[in-house]
C-alpha cells in the first residue's frame, strides 16, 4: 500500500530504520510496511563515522537504488539538506524519486548538518526552507510521492519557534511535519495539539538522544502519525559485532558464537538464493526450438 495512502486511512505507520538492502529485507520479512533509509545509519554502516554530512547525495541514491530493486516496501529517504540549495533540492528529489523514495525527508539545519540528537547545530533561515519546500514541490514527479518537512529549530530557537517554522513549512505545501528532538512528553504534546488534524506529524525515537521513547501505540495516542527508529539497528548490530568478533579473536573459532548466529543455510535462506537459482534456471536455452 501507498505510504500516502496508509496515513489518509489514518493507519499509523512504524518505519524501522535501515541502511542496507539485506537490513531492507529482513525489516521486510519480519513485517515492516515501510522502512526508513537513514542518513546517519549509512553514515554509520558504510563509512564508521558520525553524522555530521559527510554523505553525500550519489551516495544516498546509489543504496536507495539497491534496497528499492530488492524489497516493494515504501521507503522514507532522508535527504538531509537536500545536499545545498533550492536546486540542489530538485535534483535531490527527481533523482530519490526515480530510485525508488516513497517519502523524502528535508531539513533546515545549515550546512555541515549534524544528527538532530547532536549539539552544535545552526539553521538555515525560515524563507530559505520555504523556498526549499516549495521547490520539492515542483520537482516531484508523483503526488504520492510525500515531501516531510524537518524542522531542528527546537534545540537552536526553542520549542515555540520551531512550532512556528513548521506552520510556514505547512503553509508551504509540506504533507508531512517533523518537528525534531522534543526534550518531554509535554512538549511532545503541545506540538500534535498545535497541529492534529491539519497534518501528519513523524516522530523520531532515538534511544539515548533528547526525546523520550515511547512505544508506537504511545506514539500515535498523542497524535502522531509516523515514528522512526533510524539507528537502533545499526546501534543492535554493532553491539552484535562487538560480541563476535571479540569471542572470534579470543576464542580462534565461532563455536561458542553459533547459537546467536545464522549459519551459511539459514543466511541463503533469508535472502532466498534457492528461489534466484531456480529464477535464473527457467532462463537457461537448454533445448530452444526455432
Not at 59 to 72: G, K, M, N, S
Not at 112 to 119: A, D, Q, Y
Not at 145 to 158: C, F, K, M, P
Amino acid at each position: 500500500m501507498m505510504l500516502r495512502r496508509m496515513l489518509e486511512e489514518g493507519s499509523f505507520v512504524l518505519a524501522p530504520g535501515i541502511y542496507d538492502a539485506l537490513s531492507g529485507l529482513i525489516a521486510t520479512q519480519m513485517g515492516a510496511r515501510s522502512v526508513y533509509l537513514s542518513g546517519a545509519s549509512l553514515a554509520y554502516a558504510r563509512f564508521g563515522r558520525s553524522d555530521v554530512g559527510l554523505v553525500t547525495m550519489s551516495e544516498v541514491q546509489d543504496t536507495l537504488a539497491a534496497i528499492a530493486d530488492r524489497i516493494e516496501t515504501p521507503i522514507i529517504v532522508d535527504a538531509d539538506t537536500g545536499f545545498g540549495n533550492a536546486l540542489n533540492v530538485q535534483r535531490t528529489i527527481r533523482y530519490f524519486e526515480r530510485a525508488g523514495a516513497a517519502a523524502m525527508q528535508l531539513e533546515d539545519q545549515a550546512f555541515p548538518k549534524r544528527c538532530g540528537h547532536l549539539e552544535g547545530k545552526t539553521l538555515i533561515s525560515c524563507g530559505e526552507m520555504v523556498g526549499k519546500v516549495k521547490a520539492a514541490l515542483d520537482a516531484r514527479r508523483n503526488d504520492s510521492t510525500l515531501i516531510i518537512a524537518r524542522t531542528d529549530a527546537r534545540a537552536v530557537e526553542g520549542l515555540n519557534a520551531a512550532l512556528d517554522r513548521a506552520e510556514a513549512y505547512r503553509e508551504a505545501g509540506a504533507d508531512v511535519l517533523f518537528i525534531e528532538a522534543p526534550q518531554s512528553i509535554d512538549e511532545m504534546r503541545q506540538l500534535c495539539e498545535r497541529f492534529r488534524g491539519r497534518i501528519p506529524l513523524l516522530a523520531n525515537m532515538v534511544e539515548g538522544g533528547k526525546t523520550p521513547i515511547k512505544s508506537a501505540d504511545d506514539l500515535a495516542r498523542l497524535g502522531y502519525g509516523i515514528a522512526i527508529f533510524p539507528g537502533g539497528a545499526v546501534r543492535a548490530i554493532s553491539r552484535h559485532l562487538q560480541a563476535y568478533y571479540g569471542g572470534l579473536l579470543s576464542h580462534g573459532s565461532n563455536a561458542g558464537f553459533a547459537d546467536h548466529m545464522h549459519d551459511f543455510n539459514g543466511l541463503n535462506d533469508i535472502i532466498e538464493t534457492a528461489e534466484l537459482l531456480q529464477l535464473g534456471k527457467s532462463y537457461e536455452d537448454t533445448d530452444a526450438t526455432d
